[in-house]
């Protein structure tokens, strides 16, 4: 269910998680609306899907889409402090997902003859940029987008994460997040093989600003705005994650089972992000991004293909494309993204077999253990054979 945000492996600073940012709280309309269609094992989905909040997450939300239409149910709470129960029309935090958002600006600025996917990045962005990274002149644009840049992970520096727990409130920008990466041995030589980095797309982020000005604009013009996406939010204005039906955020901070507050750091953490990271939604217009997508309302057909143009981990099996995870879902691939955050997780995915997008998301940290996260993978798996049969 997740894309490592970050290791969280030191000791808990104090904090006032709790509801330090109730006070602060924009309204954004959040109307419950019944789906059209349906899905044809509904109530077996539904009853999963109480299942997982049984088992200790706070809250759960699942939107599918199928050639029966749309269905979708949440479950829980948003907040669990005020009893206020989880609704469809929820913000979710899609994390890594943010990823395959970004890869599409990238890719329709391709299309416009912008970037050349196979020049080097240093061709798109400044020396003061490019500069933190060892042997840019030799890492492609492509080589972000797939991973195979051999560029070293940011949020694998001790200091890095010290930092965001000791002072969360801190605004880290690109440059920062590069900063701990500054002149690092590359782990390997561009190109010659995959490693998930989230490196890599804050890299393709500040790409994108030199190009366009504002990355965040881009992504609005380029998806949001055609897609007609009016609850998905990616650094609109300086209170975009205080919207009202944002939901908290929970984490068993000592792996023991009890679960904590984390909304504050949560939101301080994903606030800073950009490219890796940044974007909530509703489950609805996550999936609508996914299915316009995949439908050709943002790309043309030569370019999706190119997005599945699949990279190979180190057991030989496909892994990654540009932008795009390669999955199995049960026993048959699945095209889209997951990600994990210190107090939510998501996935996102199509299944071609089956014509069926759906996004799931808990409100529960997925980047620590959890003794939770056992009970709740066996469900998830419930979920996935209900989604296949």
Request: hydrophobic share 40%; with cysteine.
């Amino acid at each position: 269910m997740k894309r490592l945000s970050i290791k969280i492996y030191i000791v808990w600073i104090a904090v006032m998680f709790n509801n330090a940012l109730a006070q602060d709280f924009m309204v954004h309309p959040c109307e419950s609306v019944q789906p059209i269609g349906g899905f044809v094992r509904a109530e077996a989905l539904d009853e999963a899907m109480g299942k997982l909040v049984r088992n200790g997450v706070p809250g759960a939300a699942i939107a599918v889409f199928s050639d029966n239409g749309w269905w979708y149910t949440a479950k829980g709470f948003s907040r669990i402090e005020d009893k206020t129960p989880l609704r469809i029309c929820n913000l979710q935090y899609l994390q890594s997902v943010a990823k395959t958002y970004h890869a599409v600006a990238i890719l329709k600025l391709h299309e416009q003859g912008k970037i050349d996917l196979d020049k080097p990045i240093t061709d798109y962005l400044p020396k003061n940029i490019s500069g933190y990274i060892s042997e840019a002149g030799k890492i492609s644009v492509k080589m972000l987008l797939n991973h195979t840049s051999g560029i070293p992970e940011y949020n694998f520096n001790p200091n890095y994460v010290a930092r965001l727990l000791q002072t969360p409130e801190y605004a880290f920008t690109g440059e920062d997040y590069l900063g701990y990466i500054r002149k690092k041995p590359l782990d390997f030589e561009p190109g010659s093989r995959y490693s998930y980095r989230n490196t890599n797309y804050v890299l393709l982020a500040l790409i994108l600003d030199q190009i366009t000005g504002d990355h965040a604009q881009c992504i609005d013009d380029i998806i949001f705005k055609p897609l007609g996406l009016s609850s998905t939010f990616y650094r609109n204005d300086a209170n975009f994650l205080n919207y009202q039906e944002l939901v908290n955020s929970y984490w068993d901070r000592n792996s023991t089972g009890i679960v904590e507050n984390a909304t504050y750091l949560q939101r301080k953490n994903v606030q800073h992000m950009i490219g890796d990271d940044g974007i909530v939604t509703t489950p609805v217009e996550a999936v609508k991004f996914l299915k316009g997508l995949m439908e050709g309302q943002l790309l043309s057909k030569k370019t999706l293909g190119l997005m599945k143009q699949w990279v190979k981990n180190d057991k030989g099996e496909f892994a990654y494309g540009l932008g795009l995870d390669f999955v199995q879902v049960g026993n048959l691939e699945a095209y889209g993204h997951s990600g994990g955050g210190i107090g939510a997780g998501c996935e996102l995915y199509y299944i071609p077999e089956k014509n069926l997008y759906y996004f799931l998301a808990v409100n529960l940290g997925t980047v620590t253990y959890s003794p939770l996260h056992d009970g709740i993978e066996k469900i998830r798996a419930e979920i996935y054979s209900i989604l296949l049969q």
